[in-house]
């Protein structure tokens, strides 16, 4: 049982600048990102405090008058002490340091908080390596503020053997970032390497298709996840809440068999040090036949979730993958009658989607069907004669093939199946060696 002191929420606000470029419906969907961000991150955001400007201060990112105002409220709000300030942009290290000074709380900047869930969430040796890359790489331009505000004790280091002055504390942190950045990056490569190895014995060894479920975080992937392939995932509503890659078989099974992936979830503004270093982690969408673009069809602003979903999926590459687009959903977009208008509106607009919500088992059996559809357009019918000498193969024949019938004679056993040509050769080679 937790204890009631981990029970006690920390309370943080949040701040934004909205530029002369961004409509109030954009600006006001990434504050509630950044809410939610922080919810995840275990703070009640109590308050949020915005400014249009024509551009950032250089100082402090907010101008002086709002500085004072945000000072203010956390200096005399009571009973609820502010622990931290969540701003909606990534913004430089001095303006966060001089923000720190003048509000007299923590500033965690978007990059930031992205950054501390990704590192809390990581399971996987390669998800926390990653993680680890980004949180360096993020923390490396920092180092010379955090210097400043410890001071001009211990700035310098002395030299050793008469070679001059030595390095500074900053330099030194900065060569230990470098070196162990260069680390993790040799390690992630070799754990590249692995799983391909893996998945190429895994294909190697069976007949499978691949599916990638990508997507805004908390659009549901993980709930169709778990109602495609009958497995216990993680369903939370959080951002975020899936990391590591997990990959079960589509259930019922079909011929041939399909592997469904559940993928790390994209946001508006992801750093792009996570981009990068997350590529691994996506590989999935690169090595899937499909992608199962999921959106949130209750979502006013999911065009938005559309255009960060195609951008991130261009910048790995996997734009050329074929991609259904799943709209989920659809039951919390109100009554009847308005969930029968959204769908009217999406599938005239997207005339290929699928409208559905991942808690309704018959339209998860149409999608069901439509991802088996998709892997079979391809399929060839043959006849295979199996000899009663070779029974024991009568399992290889139900494994690499839908069989459609079957009727036997004085010799051995006739099966009609459906599947891939090359499945289909090779066990005619196989049965013929052991005929």
Known sequence: MRSEVEEQPRYAIAASVQLPHVSDLEFEASLAELRELGKTLGYKVVETFVQKRAGF??????GIGKRQEIHDFVAHNVGEEIEAILVDHEISPSQARNLEKEVGCEVMDRTMVILEIFHRNARSRAAKAQVEIARLGYMAPRLREAAKLAGPQGRQRSGVGGRGAGESHTELDKRKIRDRIAE?????????????????????????????L????????????????????????????????????????????????????FIK???????????????????????????????PGFERQLEVTDTVLAEIGADVVPRLRIFNKIDHVG????????????????????????????????????????????????????????????????????????????DGALFRVRGEGAAIEALRQQFGQAA
């Not at 503004?269 to 673009?293: C, I, R, W, Y």
Request: charge should be negative; charged fraction near 25%; hydrophobic fraction near 45%.
């Open 57 to 62: 201060d250089t100082t402090g990112y907010l």
């Open 184 to 212: 993790l990056q040799l390690e992630i490569i070799a754990m590249e390497a692995e799983r391909k190895t893996q998945r190429s014995r895994r294909q190697e060894r069976q007949n499978l298709a691949n599916v990638a």
């Open 214 to 265: 990508v997507g805004y975080t908390n659009a549901g992937k993980s709930t169709l996840m778990r109602a495609l392939t009958g497995s216990e995932v993680l369903v939370a509503n959080k951002l975020f809440a899936t990391l590591d890659t997990t990959v079960r078989t589509l259930y019922p099974e079909s011929v041939p068999r399909v592997l469904v992936s559940d993928t790390v979830g």
């Open 269 to 299: 503004n992801l750093p792009h040090g996570l981009v990068a270093s997350f590529k691994s982690t996506l590989d999935e969408a690169l090595d899937a036949a499909l992608l199962l673009h999921v959106i949130d069809a209750s979502d």
């Open 335 to 410: 009554d009847a009658a308005a969930q029968a208008e959204c769908r009217a509106m999406l599938q005239a607009r997207y005339p290929d989607c699928v409208v559905m919500s991942a808690r309704r088992p018959e339209d998860v059996a149409r999608l069901h069907g439509i991802i088996v559809a998709f892997f079979q357009k391809d399929l060839v019918e043959a006849e295979l004669f199996l000899p009663w000498s070779a029974q024991q193969l009568r399992s290889q024949v139900y494994a690499n093939c839908e069989v459609l019938g079957e009727s036997a004679n004085e």
